[in-house]
């Protein structure tokens, strides 16, 4: 699509808009958003991963929120990740915790954001709930290892993600044998000197990463909603006498719905990606960017009103 590229750079320069970030707190889930996006509640978000449990599916919450700059605002994003875990152990919801590093403080402070992390893992760990830690734009990733290097020291529990059109991500999944990874394409507008900007090659080197992480033994996570890219990890597995207890597929709440259920019924294990809060728009906007197809949420969500 010739317009594809400049709908990408706009819709993801409107998801770094902070203005508009801070207005859509005020406005609720607009826009179709509601479709993506579990509800503003941690009850409303919880009833959701009720349901998808109900179904088969293993989840993953994420409060939605990144790059904060106050103190104040990174503890009680701290408070919000216990206060899921807290609700997932009460419930015995077959759930994880995703999480932002710049949502709890990494870009005010890195040991402070270091403490509020290991407040986090150590509450996950008392109630054996696995961490991940989102992988951010560029900028972010060398921080994200290396705290996550740090963690790792006194947490088994807690994994991050890598993205495959990063020109690094070969060398980062070698250096991260072990460590359970969600692998993914990249989500992030960056410049080519860093990341690989056309599909074909982002595709390959997507393989390539799930592949080596496989190979390697360890527990991998294939995000993706590609049906294309799921059928050629099943045949590699199959061919390579992996087992499916050392993979997962991952997507995202509200999308490719059947495609989830008929890998469960395959006997695949799925989780889905759930995200809740009233900080969503930033994260809308990068699933507009990522698929012009998916524009069709916003336009749904546009005519309902």
Not at 25 to 41: D, E, P
Not at 208 to 233: C, F, K, M, P, W
């Amino acid at each position: 699509m010739v317009l594809e590229q400049p709908l990408r750079s706009f819709f993801m320069q409107l998801a770094k808009n902070k203005s508009l970030n801070k207005a859509a707190k005020k406005w609720g889930l607009k826009f179709g958003a509601s479709q993506v996006v579990a509800g503003q509640t941690l009850e409303a978000a919880m009833e959701n991963v009720r349901k998808l449990n109900a179904d088969g599916l293993c989840c993953t919450l994420d409060h939605l929120g990144e790059f904060v700059s106050e103190k104040e605002e990174a503890s009680e994003a701290t408070r919000a990740c216990i206060d899921i875990l807290k609700a997932i152990n009460s419930t015995g919801a077959n759930c994880n915790l995703s999480l932002k590093l710049t949502q709890l403080g990494l870009d005010i402070d890195k040991d402070f954001c270091l403490a509020n992390m290991r407040r986090i893992c150590e509450v996950a760990k008392s109630y054996e709930r696995f961490i991940r830690i989102d992988m951010e734009d560029y900028s972010h990733c060398e921080q994200t290892l290396q705290l996550l290097s740090t963690l790792r020291q006194d947490y088994d529990n807690v994994g991050t993600v890598i993205q495959a059109y990063l020109h690094r991500a070969k060398e980062d999944v070698e250096s991260l044998k072990g460590v359970p990874l969600r692998l993914v394409k990249g989500a992030y507008k960056e410049s080519v000197s860093v990341a690989y900007q056309d599909k074909p090659t982002i595709d390959k080197n997507f393989l390539e990463i799930i592949y080596l992480h496989l190979d390697n033994g360890s527990y991998t996570a294939i995000a993706t909603h590609d049906h294309r890219i799921i059928d050629q990890v099943k045949e590699y597995a199959r061919e390579s006498d992996i087992p499916r207890a050392q993979f997962e597929f991952q997507m995202l709440y509200g999308f490719r719905k059947n495609l989830q259920k008929e890998l469960v019924k395959e006997g695949y294990k799925v989780r889905v990606y759930v995200p809740f809060g009233t900080d969503w728009f930033g994260y809308f906007m990068r699933r507009l960017a990522e698929r012009p197809q998916n524009i069709a949420f916003a336009i749904r969500g546009f005519i309902s009103k």
